[in-house]
């Protein structure tokens, strides 16, 4: 259970830092961006803790 938490944890800082690196380049974040960046980051998240969870 900790592992999945772990998981769950690293994937959402790991996007954030990922996006708050892409903010920085000025490349240019819309919220129609953030949004669907937001929603593909949680579910990559929840799928890595869920398999983690099965894994373990």
Do not use: E
């Not at 800082?13 to 708050?20: A, D, M, Q, S």
């Not at 920085?24 to 799928?47: C, E, M, N, Q």
């Amino acid at each position: 259970m900790m592992n999945s938490f772990i998981a769950l944890i690293t994937v959402i800082v790991l996007g954030i830092l990922l996006l708050f690196k892409i903010w920085w380049d000025g490349i240019g974040t819309s919220w129609r961006f953030l949004k669907w960046y937001g929603i593909i980051i949680l579910v990559a998240a929840l799928i890595a803790a869920v398999v983690t969870l099965y894994m373990s």
